[in-house]
C-alpha cells in the first residue's frame, strides 16, 4: 500500500502503468455508456470568445436595446421587458426592430458560432 503521508507516492519502474481513463474503454465498466459531455478544448475555445464578443456588442448598444438584449438574453418575453421599463409592447417592438437590424449587420461572424448549434 502507497504510504501518502510524506506527500509523494512511491511508483515503480516494474508495476503496470495504470490509465485513469481505463473504465472508459472497458465494455462491461459501469461508467462505459456515460457520455462525454466535455467540449473539446478548440470549441470551448470559441465558444469563450463569441461570448465575449457577443458581450462587447451588447454592451456598446444604445441603453434601451442593451437592456432589451440583455433581457431576451435571460429569456425574457418583450410584454415582461415592457413591463418592466413602464413603456409600451410597441415601443418595445420598435428598440427589438433596431436591435434585429443592427445585430444583422454586426454579428455576421456568429452565424457559425458554437453558441447558435
Same mark, same amino acid.
Given at each position: 500500500m502507497a504510504d501518502y503521508s510524506q506527500g509523494y507516492a512511491?511508483? +515503480?519502474p516494474f508495476?503496470? /502503468?495504470?490509465s485513469l481513463d481505463a473504465h %472508459?474503454?472497458?465494455?462491461? +465498466?459501469p461508467v462505459f455508456d456515460i457520455p462525454d459531455t466535455d467540449d473539446d478544448?478548440?470549441? $470551448? %475555445?470559441?465558444r469563450d470568445q463569441d461570448l465575449a464578443? %457577443? @458581450? =462587447?456588442? /451588447?454592451? +456598446?448598444r444604445p441603453? =434601451?436595446? @442593451?437592456r432589451l438584449a440583455e433581457a431576451l438574453m435571460r429569456g425574457e418575453t418583450q410584454v415582461e /421587458? $415592457? @413591463?418592466r421599463e413602464g413603456v409600451t409592447e410597441a415601443a418595445i417592438s420598435k428598440r427589438m426592430k433596431a436591435l434585429v437590424q443592427a445585430g =444583422? @449587420?454586426?454579428l455576421q461572424r456568429l452565424r457559425r458560432s458554437v453558441l447558435l448549434h
Open positions: 512511491y511508483c +515503480s508495476l503496470p /502503468v495504470l %472508459l474503454a472497458w465494455p462491461e +465498466s478544448p478548440e470549441a $470551448a %475555445l470559441a464578443f %457577443l @458581450r =462587447g456588442w /451588447v454592451l +456598446s441603453p =434601451g436595446q @442593451r /421587458v $415592457a @413591463r =444583422g @449587420r454586426d
